[in-house]
């Protein structure tokens, strides 16, 4: 309402090797469509609402729940923040 907030995003959880957290399961693509449909009704329509594309194999059901941004996917760099996830061909 103030104008503060100039976008949203919302990653799903990947468990990796090296932490503590990397037996912990991973959220379902239907599960995380749910939570990012949530995010688009909790934050309304003007809002931008992220999702990175490299973190599931099914990306396209993010567009049907809601989001509007796909982040700063580069052919020409990795995701510095998930550098073993490679951008998917948009």
């Known amino acids: 309402r ?3 907030l100039q ?3 919302v990653q ?6 090296d932490t503590r957290k990397r037996r912990d399961p991973e959220p ?3 599960y995380f469509a749910r939570v990012v449909a949530a995010a688009r009704w909790i ?4 809002m931008n609402l992220q999702v990175p594309p490299n973190l599931t194999e099914d990306f ?4 049907d729940a809601g989001i509007n941004d796909w982040g700063g996917v580069s052919p020409l760099t990795i995701d510095w923040v998930n550098p ?3 951008w998917p061909h948009l």
């Open 2 to 4: 103030q104008g503060h």
């Open 84 to 86: 073993e996830a490679p």
């Open 43 to 46: 934050f309304g329509s003007e």
């Open 7 to 9: 976008e949203v995003i």
């Open 12 to 17: 799903n959880f990947r468990a990796k090797a």
């Open 60 to 63: 396209s059901v993010y567009l």
């Open 28 to 30: 379902t693509v239907q």
